[in-house]
């Protein structure tokens, strides 16, 4: 190391498997592999250290190694990924059977993988820390979002979410952020894990950091996504989950925000195909929740029933309760109040959360609501029977005619 002056003078290789790979690789083979591997990409001469981690769900190694050759000279790395190991693992792969790495179909079913559910982590605390690794190390590098609720509407495919806690809570004044297993409801499965406990530190700081750089990068991503959900209203979807259905082929996701009066006020479209999110009304006016509904044809089914509207109107004429008030969505509220009223500067995160609120909810919500947008969900903003409407009720008995949707 000490004969070149080089900046760079260590290497680091990850060798990654399927995880129907694993019953096969035992100590040995992953030594003989990695050996292999080395000697195949030019570096069989120099010494390198392997390991291996039991912090994911596939099997993997990695190989540590120094770029500085015994008589002083650099190994270049110029291209090496490319132009070196692609070919060499490609090789490796069919010398001995893997699955390639390269195959779509193999990395949709790698997602699909990541969705953590109970069964996952049954074992416990290190089990559920695997599992949230996995889902940050897939989703917090490659993904482009702009704020933590961004953010979560990733996350919350795989059945994880990054929490701030309660704004006058402790952790939320120091600025700390923790990560949880949630169910489709949103409810926590698990105890909340430190971001600084997971080695790439997914913390606070290093998020807001990505919500910077991502603002201009996911600019020219516009174009593609609104050609995708254009794409999917020229069929004539008559109902969120038809467009979900539709979105899918497209590779986005759809993310709805309701209140408990099932009236849905945000919509959030995340393109796996891009790797970036956008809120309806970020993306355009065309695509915010109240103009979708109105192209789907079902403003009129929006509006909660008399019932729930006069149940409504009494919680707002009822004094708050601390713990009322804590649950309702909170409003927009400028930097210059905040500071006002304070005498500090007011937390970013805080206020890119609140501007992610559109003008349309509800004032009389009362908890917000969000959930994945499944294609077979049927009208999935409806909360209870008394929000159904005729058509869907006759669906839910087993009613509906073919045509009927």
Same mark, same amino acid.
């Given at each position: 190391?000490?004969?070149? +002056?080089?900046?760079?003078?260590?290497?680091?290789?990850?060798?990654?498997?399927?995880? =129907?790979?694993?019953?096969? &690789?035992?100590?040995?083979?992953?030594?003989?592999?990695?050996?292999?591997?080395?000697? !195949?990409?030019?570096?069989?001469? $120099?010494?390198?250290?392997?390991?291996?981690?039991?912090?994911?769900?596939?099997?993997? /190694?990695?190989? &540590?190694?120094?770029?500085?050759?015994? @008589?002083? !000279?650099?190994?270049?790395?110029?291209?090496?990924?490319?132009?070196?190991?692609?070919?060499?693992?490609?090789?490796?792969?069919?010398?001995?059977?893997?699955?390639?790495?390269?195959?779509?179909?193999?990395?949709?079913?790698?997602e699909k993988q990541l969705v953590v559910t109970?069964?996952?982590?049954?074992?416990?605390?290190?089990?559920?820390?695997?599992?949230?690794?996995?889902?940050? @190390?897939? /989703?917090?590098?490659?993904?482009?979002?702009?704020?933590?609720?961004?953010?979560?509407?990733?996350?919350?495919?795989?059945?994880?979410?990054?929490?701030?806690?309660?704004?006058?809570?402790?952790?939320?004044?120091?600025?700390?952020?923790?990560?949880?297993?949630?169910?489709? *409801?949103?409810?926590?499965?698990?105890?909340?894990?430190?971001? =600084?406990?997971?080695?790439?530190?997914?913390?606070?700081?290093?998020?807001?950091?990505?919500f910077k750089d991502n603002q201009k990068k996911?600019?020219?991503?516009?174009?593609?996504?609104?050609?995708?959900?254009?794409?999917?209203?020229?069929?004539?979807?008559?109902?969120?989950? *038809?467009?979900?259905?539709?979105?899918?082929?497209?590779?986005?996701?759809?993310?709805?925000?309701?209140?408990?009066?099932?009236r849905v006020y945000g919509m959030t479209y995340?393109?796996?195909?891009?790797?970036?999110?956008?809120?309806?009304?970020?993306?355009?006016?065309?695509?915010?929740?109240?103009?979708? &509904?109105?192209?789907?044809?079902?403003?009129?089914?929006?509006?909660?029933?008399?019932?729930?509207?006069?149940?409504?109107?009494?919680?707002?004429?009822?004094?708050?309760?601390?713990?009322?008030?804590?649950?309702?969505?909170?409003?927009?509220?400028?930097?210059?109040?905040?500071?006002? $009223?304070?005498?500090?500067?007011? @937390?970013?995160?805080?206020?890119?959360?609140?501007?992610?609120?559109?003008? +349309?909810?509800?004032?009389?919500?009362?908890?917000?609501?969000? $959930?994945?947008?499944?294609?077979?969900?049927?009208?999935?903003?409806?909360?209870?029977?008394?929000?159904?409407?005729?058509?869907?009720?006759?669906?839910?008995?087993?009613?509906?005619?073919?045509?009927?949707?």
């Amino acid at each position: 190391m000490k004969l070149n +002056e080089s900046e760079t003078k260590l290497i680091h290789i990850s060798l990654n498997f399927h995880p =129907s790979e694993k019953e096969r &690789l035992d100590k040995a083979f992953f030594v003989h592999l990695a050996d292999e591997y080395m000697s !195949k990409i030019g570096f069989g001469d $120099q010494p390198y250290l392997v390991y291996q981690h039991e912090d994911a769900g596939h099997p993997h /190694v990695h190989v &540590l190694s120094t770029l500085i050759k015994d @008589d002083g !000279k650099r190994i270049s790395t110029h291209f090496i990924g490319k132009n070196v190991s692609e070919p060499v693992r490609k090789e490796m792969e069919k010398t001995y059977g893997f699955i390639p790495a390269d195959k779509k179909e193999q990395r949709r079913e790698d997602e699909k993988q990541l969705v953590v559910t109970p069964q996952k982590i049954q074992a416990g605390k290190s089990a559920t820390m695997r599992s949230i690794t996995n889902v940050l @190390d897939h /989703v917090i590098d490659r993904y482009k979002y702009t704020s933590l609720h961004e953010l979560n509407a990733i996350l919350r495919l795989y059945n994880v979410k990054a929490d701030r806690g309660a704004e006058d809570g402790r952790i939320y004044k120091h600025r700390g952020l923790n990560y949880v297993v949630i169910d489709k *409801e949103g409810k926590a499965l698990t105890k909340p894990v430190k971001a =600084s406990a997971f080695y790439s530190k997914p913390t606070l700081d290093k998020i807001e950091e990505k919500f910077k750089d991502n603002q201009k990068k996911r600019i020219p991503d516009k174009k593609h996504l609104k050609a995708a959900i254009e794409w999917a209203m020229q069929s004539g979807p008559r109902s969120l989950s *038809e467009l979900a259905k539709l979105l899918k082929k497209e590779q986005v996701d759809l993310v709805i925000r309701r209140n408990e009066q099932g009236r849905v006020y945000g919509m959030t479209y995340i393109d796996h195909q891009k790797k970036t999110v956008f809120n309806g009304n970020d993306l355009d006016k065309m695509y915010s929740a109240k103009r979708m &509904l109105e192209r789907l044809g079902m403003e009129p089914q929006q509006q909660p029933g008399k019932d729930q509207q006069k149940e409504a109107g009494k919680k707002q004429q009822q004094p708050q309760t601390e713990q009322s008030k804590q649950a309702q969505p909170p409003q927009k509220e400028s930097a210059q109040t905040d500071k006002q $009223q304070t005498g500090k500067e007011p @937390d970013k995160t805080r206020i890119q959360e609140k501007e992610a609120i559109p003008e +349309e909810v509800s004032k009389g919500a009362s908890k917000i609501i969000e $959930q994945v947008v499944e294609p077979d969900s049927g009208e999935s903003w409806a909360i209870n029977k008394d929000l159904l409407t005729e058509e869907q009720r006759k669906k839910k008995k087993g009613f509906n005619k073919q045509w009927e949707m």
